[in-house]
């Protein structure tokens, strides 16, 4: 595809509830982010994938967030046991690899535990 | 300090003029800088990039990296209501780090 793809686009749950959301990158980039942005904050990083390499998890908040990648391509990031404080816009982005690191933003998914 | 640190705004300017969007950084050594813009309601989006010292020129866009006193900055020429957005300064150690992005500075071009 021309961009980076998220989906859903928007998504409720109920507090307790597991959710899973979902990024495709650019075809070819190696490197795939995940952000949170919670309303009026900045980018908060999360996790980041770089090829094969062992994914760098140290911006997840707790132990019930995860995140997957097969191969180059799609991502999935996985929120267990939602909390009212998980209610943010989640954001992916790729980037070509490390030569380059300019990174390209899908259009998010806003996440709503009530 | 912070490792990027932008002030927040809003930054106010009458449309036509020029913008000047700056950002400190903590940590020396070898950094590249993107700036991205973000309405509203939407994701970020690159604008600049910049390696090197000195200034970068794009269109009505200019990127100024600045490694000795550790600020970038991020010059709009004849701002238009259409560059009332958030900007954000991000900051690139290379290789394979990530990147850390300011808090963003929030421009109001002015009619």
């Known amino acids: 595809g021309a961009g980076v793809s998220q989906s859903p686009s928007n998504k409720v749950t109920e507090k307790g509830k597991d959710v899973e959301l979902r990024c495709d990158p650019i075809s070819g980039h190696t490197a795939l982010y995940w952000y949170r942005q919670r309303l009026g904050q900045g980018l908060e990083f999360l996790i980041y994938f770089q090829g094969n390499s062992a994914p760098d998890k140290s911006g997840l908040p707790s132990d019930r967030f995860s995140a997957e990648r097969t191969g180059e391509s799609v991502s999935t990031l996985t929120i267990q046991r939602t909390q009212q404080e998980d209610s943010a816009v989640y954001l992916c982005a790729s980037s070509p690899g490390t030569r380059s690191s300019e990174q390209y933003f899908g259009p998010g998914t806003r996440l709503t535990v009530t | ?111």
Do not use: H
């Open chain 2, 1 to 111: 300090q912070k490792e990027v640190e932008q002030n927040s705004g809003p930054l106010s300017v009458p449309e036509g003029a020029i913008a000047s969007l700056n950002c400190t950084y903590s940590d020396r050594g070898s950094q590249s800088f993107f700036w991205y813009r973000q309405y509203s309601g939407k994701s970020p989006e690159l604008i600049m990039s910049i390696y090197s010292n000195g200034d970068k020129e794009d269109g009505r866009f200019t990127a100024q990296l600045n490694k000795a006193s550790q600020y970038v900055s991020l010059l709009i020429r004849d701002s238009q209501p259409s560059d009332s957005a958030t900007y954000l300064c991000v900051k690139w150690p290379g290789g394979g780090n990530k990147l850390t992005f300011g808090t963003g500075t929030q421009l109001k071009v002015e009619l």
